[in-house]
């Protein structure tokens, strides 16, 4: 399946929507094609929110988001994100990055909540208010967060085979657990392999197929986030995103790029200083 075809089937306006990587795998090619297809009204969550929930949001995408975090990795806060929010265009149903985790946690296994010591007090009130348990075994009172079941979930990947075995490698994140929430799972790769390859490393399968809803090969499908062992993370991106996003002028024109494909081409001598430098070993310090 195409990723057209993967987003124009699983992710209709209003779903609410994980979106899976952590630093690396950052499924950017799936977010630009939900901006294509002008899907709206969208909730997106994850612990912490990358760059991509500023696309999302930018276009018009995403009304709401569930999040612990939201800022450009590594470098600052979002801007379009904060504008957003000051603008009543935005929601944000702020948690804490644990409380998330666990709600995603009692979803993937199937629980209507969990039981935790945090989140007792403070100002970050779990959804449908702060509400107590008491355990059966020791009496003892802990805070109940609510499972969170996203509608469909959007993962990146090293490689999958044509059924939707995924592997990958690198820092997960939450990513396994927001995907195992979700009732529907859209899966980019960098390529698709012979069910053998998969089969010779069963260790590093993430996801076996009778999960995964749709895989679609979209080589640089993480750019500008990275791919371990692949593709190095564009920190010039990332630098260059911070500075350029204050201005609401370049963030319309963005979104006008993404839409017309422009915003997604890498330029090949960029790809190639990207993979190198993902092959290089690491930097004495």
């Not at 990332?238 to 494909?261: C, E, I, K, M």
Request: hydrophobic share 45%.
């Amino acid at each position: 399946m195409s990723l057209e075809q993967a987003i124009r089937g699983l992710v209709p306006s209003g779903s609410l929507v994980f979106v899976g990587g952590f630093g690396q795998c950052v499924p950017f090619a799936a977010g630009r094609e939900i901006v294509r297809q002008g899907v709206t009204g969208l909730t997106l969550c994850r612990t912490g929110a990358d760059i991509l929930f500023d696309l999302l949001v930018a276009a018009g995408a995403a009304k709401e988001i569930v999040v612990g975090w939201f800022g450009n990795p590594g470098i600052g806060i979002s801007h379009i994100c904060r504008r957003a929010l000051a603008e009543d265009r935005l929601r944000l149903r702020e948690t804490s990055n644990f409380g998330l985790l666990l709600r995603l946690e009692a979803a993937a296994m199937g629980l209507p909540f969990l039981p935790t010591h945090v989140l007792a007090e403070g100002d970050l009130v779990p959804d449908g208010g702060r509400r107590s348990v008491v355990c059966p075994f020791t009496g003892l009172e802990l805070t109940a967060v609510p499972a969170l079941v996203p509608d469909v979930a959007l993962v990146h990947a090293h490689r999958a085979d044509p059924l939707g075995n995924v592997q990958s490698s690198g820092i997960l994140g939450d990513t396994l657990a927001g995907a195992r929430a979700a009732r529907r799972i859209v899966v980019t790769v960098e390529k698709i392999v012979d069910p053998a390859e998969i089969r010779a490393d069963p260790g590093s399968t993430i996801l076996p197929a009778h999960l995964v809803s749709a895989v679609a090969e979209v080589p640089f499908g993480a750019w500008p986030s990275y791919v371990d062992g692949v593709y190095d993370r564009d920190d010039d991106y990332y630098r260059a995103f911070d500075r350029l996003s204050r201005d609401p002028a370049w963030v319309d024109n963005w979104v006008q790029d993404t839409r017309t494909g422009v915003a997604e081409v890498v330029a090949p001598a960029r790809k190639a200083a990207l993979v190198q430098a993902a092959h290089e070993p690491p930097h004495a310090a």
